[in-house]
């Protein structure tokens, strides 16, 4: 019947929605940055991978 409400009220939910969004964003990042690097300074995703040619698996 009003349709102004119903788009606000839509508004507000895509509002509230980013800003739970961006929360949970900046959360990650605290805990990314708190984690730091591994113990070796090397970024413990990547630690293990060796860039070029795999060696060939033994049968």
Known sequence: MFPGRT???KE???NE???EKEARKEE???EKEARGPGTDGVDPDIA???PGP???LEE
């Open 54 to 56: 795999q060696p060939k």
């Open 17 to 19: 929605h980013k800003k």
């Open 7 to 9: 788009k606000r009220q």
């Open 28 to 30: 990650r990042k605290k």
């Open 48 to 50: 293990h991978i060796v």
């Open 12 to 14: 507000q939910q895509r």
